[in-house]
T-cell receptor, first 109, second 116 residues
Framework: GQSLEQPSEVTAVEGAIVQINCTYQ??????LSWYQQHDGGAPTFLSY????GLEETGRFSSFLSRSDSYGYLLLQELQMKDSASYFC??????????FGQGTELSVKP | GAVVSQHPSRVICKSGTSVKIECRSL??????MFWYRQFPKKSLMLMAT?????????EQGVEKDKFLINHASLTLSTLTVTSAHPEDSSFYIC????????????FGPGTRLTVT
């Protein structure tokens, strides 16, 4: 089976940096993805790590350690519009995504 | 970027009726599409993998006779909720892997189903 754990909610202030952790247990692993979902909207792709290390895309970075079955999403210079749910997801060989429970990020002024 | 559409965006139906939800890839071909179900403030639960030209692959615990999936073309997959009941009320979302970078999936805007 597969399971992913991430915090249920995180609160931070505008301009701050926040890290959302994700640990996983999977029978097959072909990468860790991160998706953002605003209330009532579609998930949108943020980042993907297949190999260990840090991937940076603008204000968002994602890290993976396969030996620790652990990854994180780092959001810098937080803006109010970053308030959303963030999901980590493990991809298997067939391309299926198995999602974590999601972390609700609230950005306060 | 690639676009995936869903129709309808919202539907209300009576118990016992069937509802069809369409998922289309608008500017790319998708031999595989995925169907998810999401409850409020919850994660996306993968229901099934829709395969163009062949039978869908259902996840454990998902009733294939209740959630009929058809992938008739490279740009269209449909999910039919048969004999709907109030417990089927949920947010249904489809996705398709991007053609160039297969690790990225594009999600449709979702369909809010309410069964009364």
């Amino acid at each position: 089976g597969q399971s992913l754990e991430q915090p249920s909610e995180v609160t931070a202030v505008e301009g701050a940096i926040v890290q959302i952790n994700c640990t996983y247990q999977t029978s097959g692993f072909y990468g860790l993805s991160w998706y953002q979902q605003h209330d009532g909207g579609a998930p949108t792709f943020l980042s993907y790590n297949a190999l260990d290390g840090l991937e940076e895309t603008g204000r968002f970075s994602s890290f993976l350690s396969r030996s620790d079955s652990y990854g994180y999403l780092l959001l810098q210079e937080l803006q109010m519009k970053d308030s959303a749910s963030y999901f980590c997801a493990v991809r298997d060989l067939g391309g299926k995504l198995i999602f974590g429970q999601g972390t609700e990020l609230s950005v306060k002024p | 970027g690639a676009v995936v559409s869903q129709h309808p965006s919202r539907v209300i139906c009576k118990s016992g009726t069937s509802v069809k939800i369409e998922c289309r890839s608008l500017d790319f071909q998708a031999t595989t599409m995925f169907w998810y179900r999401q409850f409020p403030k919850k994660s996306l639960m993968l229901m099934a993998t829709s395969n163009e030209g062949s039978k869908a692959t259902y996840e454990q615990g998902v009733e294939k006779d209740k959630f009929l999936i058809n992938h008739a073309s490279l740009t269209l997959s449909t999910l039919t909720v048969t004999s709907a009941h109030p417990e089927d009320s949920s947010f249904y979302i489809c996705s398709a892997p991007s053609s160039g970078l297969s690790y990225e999936q594009y999600f449709g805007p979702g369909t809010r189903l309410t069964v009364t």
